[in-house]
């Protein structure tokens, strides 16, 4: 008799303690379904709140034993719910589908009133309990099915703790069938311990849900930060690039001089900048509008990118206006690569229209030494200006031509 006493003090105890327990877990799975958006901890909440209920009928059931029918129909009632939410959420998570709960809603009531007709054919709570771990084995070996559907990106730690305690709820409770059934007073003492056994399985499982949620929620800030991140270096490529001609803008030359994708030995060596500017823009604008003249800015930029290399730099520098900066270049060379434009660009602005001439001005400046880059892009514009004033007033007598000129670069613009 002294053996059954101590039995029921610790049973108390660890009951008491497992009560304690999953409470915690029910109020962590209600924060942490209010933190996030996602169906399954809903209804993992759910489920926990409902093995709360089913712990405490069985604790109460030790003091108010005088009415212990009405806790045994509770606590099944409640095992049954937290079976059920457990693997409705267990499926959203492996499927990413939410499990729709109306058609299951008579499922509550139904399995009081199947439980209210069970339990008086159990003439002890013990009997009762080893049929209700017989269906509860099924339950964890469905839950095992479920999140072994799990996509591998969300195979995590979390998840595995998971199985390890469905498989542990398991063969727990499968071998509370013989135990309870078959239970002498002599092994009564061990029964007392169940519940912590319960505990340890639940607070396993527990834990592994909460590491689930958090590698979830890791993923989803992970993806965003990339996202933004994506975001942000598009945006910062927008800024950098002109929209109608697709070459840097100003704002990227400011980089390019504070260091930002040069190498500083070049910076601090010598090359070549080019300005390049298209004569009678404004012109074209007024007889043929603004979209002609756009058309006028593509083909020329165009043109110009046709003549640049792969480590060159190439600015629309104004409206109308374009520079190519060309470290390692020397001012011959580069010469040689744009006297191209000397004849100017052909262009269509649309296939139906004809051709149109498009005269270019370009200069040249070296950098280097005492030269520095701003002071070589003034020079190269006070060329291209001289050069363009030298060609209006030039003599029309081919003995006054230098050098050959080659024939003008067409490049038509496409729809």
């Not at 030790?62 to 806790?71: C, K, M, Q």
């Not at 005492?370 to 291209?384: F, G, H, K, N, V």
């Amino acid at each position: 008799m002294r053996g059954v006493d101590v039995a029921v003090v610790t049973s108390s105890v660890a009951l008491t303690a497992h009560l304690v327990c999953v409470l915690l877990l029910a109020l962590t799975f209600s924060y942490l379904s209010i933190l996030f958006p996602w169906v399954y901890l809903r209804h993992w909440s759910v489920a926990w709140w409902s093995l709360l209920v089913g712990v405490g009928a069985v604790r109460a059931s030790l003091t108010w034993s005088e009415i212990g029918i009405g806790f045994w129909v509770l606590f099944l009632s409640a095992e049954w719910v937290f079976l059920f939410y457990l693997l409705a959420g267990s499926r959203e998570l492996a499927t990413g589908h939410p499990v729709t709960l109306q058609r299951f809603l008579p499922a509550l009531p139904g399995s009081i009133l199947i439980a209210t007709m069970i339990v008086p054919f159990f003439p002890s709570f013990d009997r009762l309990f080893a049929v209700e771990s017989l269906l509860m084995c099924t339950g964890f070996a469905l839950g095992l099915v479920a999140l072994r559907q799990v996509t591998p990106v969300h195979r995590t730690v979390g998840l595995r703790m998971m199985q390890v305690a469905l498989v542990f709820l398991f063969l727990l409770h499968l071998s509370y069938i013989p135990l309870f059934w078959f239970h002498r007073q002599t092994i009564l003492p061990w029964l007392s311990y169940t519940p912590l056994a319960d505990l340890f399985a639940e607070l396993l499982l527990g834990f592994g849900m909460v590491f689930v949620v958090s590698e979830e929620a890791r993923r989803e800030l992970t993806d965003a930060l990339i996202e933004v991140r994506r975001a942000r270096d598009q945006i910062e490529r927008q800024a950098r690039l002109d929209p109608l001609t697709e070459a840097l803008n100003r704002h990227a030359f400011q980089s390019i001089l504070k260091g930002e994708g040069i190498d500083p030995a070049v910076r601090r060596g010598h090359g070549t900048v080019i300005m390049v500017d298209l004569d009678h823009l404004k012109a074209i604008n007024d007889r043929e509008g603004h979209p002609v003249g756009d058309a006028a800015i593509q083909a020329a930029a165009r043109a110009i990118r046709s003549l640049v290399r792969v480590e060159d730099f190439f600015f629309r520098w104004g409206g109308d206006e374009f520079l190519v900066l060309a470290p390692g270049l020397d001012g011959q060379r580069a010469a040689e690569r744009f006297l191209s434009l000397e004849s100017g660009v052909l262009f269509r602005a649309r296939p139906e229209l004809p051709e149109t001439l498009l005269r270019i001005s370009w200069g040249i400046a070296e950098f280097g030494g005492r030269t520095s880059i701003q002071e070589a892009i003034a020079l190269a514009d006070a060329a291209m200006y001289e050069r363009r004033a030298t060609r209006r007033t030039a003599p029309s007598r081919r003995g006054d031509v230098k050098a050959p000129i080659p024939a003008p670069i067409s490049a038509p613009i496409s729809d």
